[in-house]
């Protein structure tokens, strides 16, 4: 079992040593003048620099009306895919597997519409798993939920947070 939550174990260091710059308001000014000259091109996609960019809309599906821009880049990892709104704000950043980009695989972060954190945690094989931070709109944290996990217990006793006890039999306690 203790194979199975070292990975929740190191994602869970990862997420803590970047959920308080995370939740910080991000926008890429480059994506905005980007979608612009889309729009302006009447074009869906395009691709520049080895960046396929492709117009989506809120739901990050693609559309040639999308109102958000999606970058894709092949990396050694999968796609590294980055997702911007209407004003520019950061929605989504992510790897897929996947050049169709259907299984998400590796550390994800989503934003709210105003640019602030909203969620952050893995996906493994297009699955989320393990701890998932999340924000409301304000970044206040809200409560983690954990995925992929049978034994929630495990993973805490694995990260220091919990212990337990040993169960002795009436056999082995008298010797």
Known sequence: MRHKLLPCAVLLVLLASTSTA???????????????RMQQEGRSFLMDHGVRYERVNAAFQPTPTGDHLRAV?????????RVTGP????????????????VAH??????????LL??????????????WQRYDEA???LAERCYGVVDPESLMEVNGWASRAVV???ASAGK
């Open 73 to 81: 880049t092949a990396t050694d990892q999968g796609h590294a895919v």
């Open 87 to 102: 004003t520019g704000s950061l929605r989504m950043t992510g790897t897929y597997r996947d050049a169709d980009l259907r």
């Open 106 to 115: 590796g550390i994800f972060a989503y934003h709210h519409p105003n640019g």
């Open 139 to 141: 970044g206040r944290a």
């Open 168 to 170: 002795v039999d009436r």
């Open 22 to 36: 995370m939740a910080q308001h991000s926008t890429v000014p480059a994506d905005l003048d980007l979608m612009a």
């Open 118 to 131: 909203e969620s952050q945690g893995a996906y493994v094989g297009g699955v989320k798993h393990g701890v």
